[in-house]
């Protein structure tokens, strides 16, 4: 089975400030690995994810997160943020054989203050 | 209509009640979802259907029965619920081989 840790609830970050946003995994098997955003009174929207390949990866909308595999982790950064990147943003992990079954962390709380 | 949609988007609901919440999805895909999203709780998979079959039922209550009658609809069947009940319900669909969820705006369901 996986598991998945998000270490902050909550970051309070200025607008233009770089931010980090924590999320450590436990599996035994190999693994995909994602990042969901939600906005307010929104469904998720995938932000990135890892699949293979490059252990980095980019979204459109500038942020980016490594894959870790000897720390199994899968921060997400983003050099400079904006007000509109508030949100809660959510790592999850699948099974490769088996990549149906997301499982979720708790869920980060990003707010970007001015 | 694009995307994964639900109705309604909010729903109260006495625990003698029975309601349902239904999911569309305009992608072509073949796999549907039922996430529950809880305050203070990580987002819980409840069931899979992949071809209208269901293929993951993760311990939920008897008191949520899921129906697929096709690959774009799926409804949650909901019966005598507890307050305990009372969350955010999330469908998603995908290709059943995908490795990317797309999700529904869900519905806020409140048990008094």
């Known amino acids: 089975a996986q598991s998945v840790t998000q270490l902050d609830s909550q970051v309070p970050v200025f607008e233009e400030a770089p931010v980090e946003l924590r999320c450590n995994y436990s599996?035994?098997?190999?693994?995909?690995l994602f990042w969901y955003v939600q906005y307010p009174n929104q469904g998720l929207q995938l932000l990135l994810k890892?699949?293979?390949?490059?252990?980095l990866v980019e979204s459109i909308n500038g942020f980016e997160a490594e894959f870790n595999k000897s720390q199994t982790s899968f921060h997400l950064r983003k050099p400079s943020v904006h007000i509109s990147d508030t949100a809660e943003y959510f790592c999850a992990v699948s099974a490769i054989q088996g990549a149906q079954k997301l499982v979720f962390g708790q869920g980060t709380r990003l707010t970007i203050n001015p | 209509e694009t995307g994964v949609t639900q109705t309604p988007r909010h729903l109260v609901m006495g625990m003698t009640n029975k309601k349902s919440l239904k999911c569309e999805q305009h992608?072509?895909?073949?796999?549907m979802y039922w996430y529950k999203q809880s305050a203070k709780k990580p987002l819980e998979l409840m069931f899979v259907?992949?071809?209208?079959?269901?293929?993951e039922n993760n311990s939920v209550p008897s008191r949520f029965s899921p129906e697929c009658p096709n690959s774009s609809h799926l409804f949650l069947h909901l019966h005598t619920l507890q307050p305990e009940d009372s969350a955010l319900y999330l469908c998603a669909s995908s290709q059943p081989a995908g490795d990317e969820q797309y999700f529904g705006p869900g519905t806020r369901l409140t048990v008094t």
């Open positions: 259907y992949n071809f209208k079959e269901q293929t």
């Open positions: 992608l072509g895909h073949n796999a």
């Open positions: 890892y699949l293979s390949g490059s252990t």
């Open positions: 599996s035994s098997v190999s693994v995909y």
